[in-house]
């Protein structure tokens, strides 16, 4: 039973164009929203997250949107670059003494110069 | 180091076998926290440290896979008996904060072992 889901494994977007990133959750409990970026070789790096209680978090080029009543939110890149060609997970975390992160199974992003 | 590093970063082992993988987090670091990822998902969590007590293994697939941090600093996950199925790269993260905190408290992962059972 997958509880955090990315059903896009791969996205390709011109360089300077937005890139947006999709996450589907079924459990409403999760308390906070995480994405991850990875480069080959190397272990996830954070990149932005969202508290459930807020919609949109920007952090430069990067703005998560979360909308709850849908169970969804995306990632959006703008303006996209080739350094940002990597596998971006979804994470949730239920908060409280339960940290633990629930990972999407990643996108492919690759930004084409 | 200034990251979490974790050691070796890639085994091979005989199908029986019994592997050991190490991690080093980021120096200070209360929590610590194991994760199993197949080959095209994402990270599954298999165990949660705080300092040096095992607060969480929900997530150990199996008695096989033990996990230890004595000393609340490095941890080692050992896999008995290793089975082709355990083949995934197991990936070491620390957190400064401990569970039950207000806000998120971001997790920095190590690079991984790459376990392959053959």
Known sequence: ?113 | GAGVSQSPRYKVAKRGQDVALRCDPISGHVSLFWYQQALGQGPEFLTYFQNEAQLDKSGLPSDRFFAERPEGSVSTLKIQRTQQEDSAVYLCASSPGTSGGAGYNEQFFGPGTRLTVL
């Open chain 1, 1 to 113: 039973d997958q509880q955090v889901k990315q059903n896009s494994p791969s996205l390709s977007v011109q360089e300077g164009r937005i890139s947006i990133l999709n996450c589907d959750y079924t459990n409403s409990m999760f308390d906070y929203f995480l994405w991850y970026k990875k480069y080959p070789a190397e272990g996830p790096t954070f990149l932005i997250s969202i508290s459930s209680i807020k919609d949109k978090n920007e952090d430069g080029r990067f703005t998560v949107f979360l909308n709850k009543s849908a169970k969804h939110l995306s990632l959006h890149i703008v303006p996209s670059q080739p350094g940002d060609s990597a596998v971006y997970f979804c994470a949730a975390d239920f908060g409280g003494s339960a940290r633990q992160l629930t990972f999407g199974s990643g996108t492919q992003l690759t930004v084409l110069p």
